[in-house]
């Protein structure tokens, strides 16, 4: 009998089950954007990439593409689930790589900040916020991986205003991510499940001469929070990494935002090309394959954008 040397080289297939993604961060901070913009951005690695192709599709298998792009930015009315599935195939003869199934909840960033707030009790059991903050905290429980929002932008709020999800300061973020992380670490029990955070230090398009990897970001910008998530790094189950994003991204190799403040959206539409969009999504994944691919046979996701 012929034995198998090696293994088969076809063992390439998508990890079984849905990955729930939660969004966390204020109003405003740029979630709904992000997720939207991420379509548009692996339209960027197709042409760039030799060997991989990335896709998006709806809950009813149809592509989900970002031709055409607006002038205005996305529809932000509610908090909704997306459905959508993330497929990674080798161009050389269209195998899937592998496939993850995406839940990705994104609510109002009122409900998601106040995720693990005691001062959330003063709320009367029965309000509807009171049942959309039950609803995010269930969302924050069921997902193996967390997108945390920085909005850059921040200073442009004072004074911030907690209670209608508006935070403005330093301060503010580093309590109320305290409060997260808090939550977070109780849940773990005496499980071994990890939980990953990905803190995007977002809309870094409108500070274009802070040119730094994100670390160094939040060491400037978020000094107090920075300190917050180093400490719980690594402990309760929590893994995390910072990255910083721009949903509207710049203008040809230029440090120049393409975003107009007067409609809120892209200046130029059609040189839409967002950056660091997919980084968060690709280390998620990556976390998740590690297991999963061979290690003999490594699949790098394309590196984070410099700039
Ligand atoms: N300059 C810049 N502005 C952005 C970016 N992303 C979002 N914005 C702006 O921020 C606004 C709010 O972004 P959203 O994505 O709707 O914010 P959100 O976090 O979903 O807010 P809530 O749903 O209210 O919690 C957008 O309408 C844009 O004007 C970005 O990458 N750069
Ligand atoms: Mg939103």
Redesign the pocket.
């Known amino acids: 009998m012929k034995s198998f040397r090696g293994r088969p080289k076809q063992i390439l297939a998508p990890p079984p089950g849905e990955l729930d993604i939660a969004?966390w961060?204020?109003?405003?901070?740029?979630?709904?954007?992000?997720v939207?913009?991420l379509a548009k951005e692996l339209e960027y690695y197709n042409r760039t990439s030799a060997t991989f192709h990335y896709d998006l599709f709806d809950s009813r298998g149809a592509p989900i593409l970002r031709d055409g792009a607006s002038d205005q930015?996305?529809a932000?009315d509610e908090a909704k689930d997306d459905v959508i599935q993330f497929v990674r195939t080798l161009k050389a003869n269209g195998a899937t790589v592998v496939a993850h199934d995406l839940n990705i909840h994104?609510?109002?960033?009122?409900n998601?900040i106040r995720v693990g707030d005691t001062a959330s009790d003063s709320v009367s059991v029965g309000t509807t916020w009171d049942r959309h903050l039950r609803t995010a905290e269930a969302n924050m429980t069921d997902s193996v991986a967390i997108l945390a929002?920085l909005d850059i932008?921040y200073e442009r709020l004072r004074p911030s205003a907690p209670e209608l999800?508006l935070l403005a300061t330093d301060s503010d973020y580093s309590g109320r991510i305290t409060n997260l992380l808090d939550y977070l670490a109780a849940l773990r029990g005496p499980s071994d499940l990890k939980k990953y955070l990905a803190v995007c230090v977002?809309?870094v398009?409108?500070r274009p001469n802070l040119r730094r990897n994100a670390e160094q970001l939040m060491k400037i910008v978020f000094p107090k929070t920075n300190a917050v998530l180093d400490k719980y790094n690594n402990k309760h189950g929590l893994i995390i990494e910072k990255f910083q994003?721009?949903?509207?991204?710049f203008l040809g190799n230029g440090d120049r935002?393409n975003?107009n403040p007067d409609t809120?959206?892209l200046s130029q539409p059609n040189a839409w090309r967002?950056f660091n969009t997919a980084a968060p999504f690709f280390w998620i994944f990556q976390e998740m394959e590690k297991d999963f691919l061979r290690a003999d046979e490594p699949r790098p996701y394309p590196p984070l954008q410099r700039r």
């Open positions: 969004l961060g204020p109003t405003g901070a740029g979630k709904t954007c992000l939207y913009a930015p996305p932000n994104d609510d109002r960033g009122l998601a929002f932008d999800g977002a809309k398009d409108l994003t721009s949903a509207v991204g935002a975003f809120g959206w967002p």
